[in-house]
């Protein structure tokens, strides 16, 4: 599956996939094979691009249009 709101979120934050991949500690290639669907994102990957990105991985997914992060959930432990 190709996640076109990971080059879009990119492109709009100015980024290149270099950089991005440095921010996954990755090679640039293999962040290339997420964006283009070519890999499957692990979900830490998934999950550290919405926090860099300060989204939700719904949006990420495609499946929500709200761009907004969702409220953290605090425990009441």
Sequence with gaps: MMFQRLEDLR???DKTQEEIAGVLHCKREVYRRYEKGIYEIPVWALIALADYYNTSTDYILGRTD????YEKQTSNG
């Design 66 to 69: 709200r761009r907004e992060p």
């Design 11 to 13: 492109v709009d934050a």
